[in-house]
C-alpha cells in the first residue's frame, strides 16, 4: 500500500483562488518532504524541500509567496498555491526519503487545473 | 552540479522483446545514487531499480537490470521480456545527497511504447 499519501488526486479550481494541496507519511516520520512540478510531458522539476518545523527552502525560480509551503508535523507537508493562475496548472508531487538506505516515497500526485 | 541525460524521447519494442533505455550522468560526488522510475499515464511514480556509486554489482529486479558503467557515466535500463503494460514514461534520477536527505534530479524521460 501507499506509504506516502497525497490528496486530492484532482482539483480544479477558479482563477484568483488559492488551493492546498496535502502530502502525509503514513506508518513513518518524514522530517523533510520534497515537492515537485511537472508539465505535460515534461520532467519533474524540484520545486521546493519541505523542513518540519523551519521555514521551506525555495529552488531558484520558484515565487515562495505564490508556493506556500508548511511542514506542521512530523507526517504532513502541504503546498499552497495562492492567488492560482491558469498558468498554475500543472501536475503537483511530492516525495519523502524513508527510514531505511535509499529509500524514496512518492504520493500518488495531484493534478491542478486553473479555469 | 549535477545532470541526468535520457536522450531518447521515445523507444519502441515489441512484445517480449527486451529494451535498453539510456541515462548518463554528470557528477563530481564520489557518493551518489541512480534511480529508475516509471511513470504511467495516471502520474505516480513507481520505482523500478536503484544504483549505488559504490555497488560493484549491476543492479537487478525481476525483469529490470541496470547496466551501470562508472567510468563511462551511464547508468542504462535494461527492460527484459517486454509486456504491453511498460509501455510508460521511463525516469532516471540521480539522487542529491543534501545535508544527509534524499532530493532527486530527474532526466527528461523516455516514453516507451510495447507493440503486440
Known amino acids: 500500500g501507499a506509504v506516502v499519501s497525497q490528496h486530492p488526486s484532482r482539483v480544479i479550481c477558479k482563477s484568483g483562488t488559492s488551493v492546498k494541496i496535502e502530502c502525509r507519511s503514513l506508518?513513518?516520520?518524514?522530517?523533510?518532504m520534497f515537492w515537485y512540478r511537472q508539465f505535460p510531458k515534461q520532467s519533474l522539476m524540484l520545486m521546493a524541500t519541505?523542513?518540519?518545523?523551519?521555514?521551506?527552502?525555495?529552488e531558484q525560480g520558484v515565487e515562495k509567496d505564490k508556493f506556500l509551503i508548511n511542514h506542521a508535523s512530523l507526517t504532513l507537508s502541504t503546498l499552497t498555491v495562492t492567488s492560482a493562475h491558469p498558468e498554475d496548472s500543472s501536475f503537483y508531487i511530492c516525495?519523502?526519503?524513508?527510514?531505511?538506505?535509499?529509500?524514496?516515497?512518492f504520493g500518488e500526485g495531484s493534478w491542478l487545473t486553473v479555469v | 552540479a549535477q545532470k541526468i541525460t535520457q536522450t531518447q524521447p521515445g523507444m519502441f519494442v515489441q512484445e517480449k522483446e527486451a529494451v535498453t533505455l539510456d541515462c548518463t550522468y554528470d557528477?563530481?560526488?564520489?557518493?551518489?545514487?541512480l534511480f529508475w522510475y516509471k511513470q504511467p499515464s495516471s502520474g505516480e511514480m513507481i520505482f523500478l531499480i536503484y544504483?549505488?556509486?559504490?555497488?560493484?554489482q549491476n543492479a537487478t529486479e525481476g525483469r529490470y537490470s541496470l547496466n551501470f558503467q562508472k567510468a563511462r557515466k551511464s547508468a542504462n535500463l535494461v527492460i527484459s521480456a517486454s509486456q504491453l503494460g511498460d509501455s510508460a514514461m521511463y525516469f532516471c534520477?540521480?539522487?542529491?545527497?543534501?545535508?544527509?536527505?534524499?532530493?532527486?534530479?530527474f532526466g527528461t524521460g523516455t516514453r516507451l511504447l510495447v507493440s503486440p
Open positions: 516525495s519523502a526519503p524513508g527510514g531505511a538506505g535509499n529509500t524514496i516515497y
Open positions: 506508518d513513518f516520520q518524514a522530517t523533510t
Open positions: 519541505s523542513n518540519e518545523g523551519s521555514k521551506a527552502t525555495y
Open positions: 557528477t563530481s560526488d564520489q557518493s551518489y545514487g
Open positions: 544504483q549505488g556509486s559504490y555497488d560493484e
Open positions: 534520477a540521480m539522487r542529491e545527497a543534501w545535508g544527509g536527505f534524499q532530493k532527486l534530479v
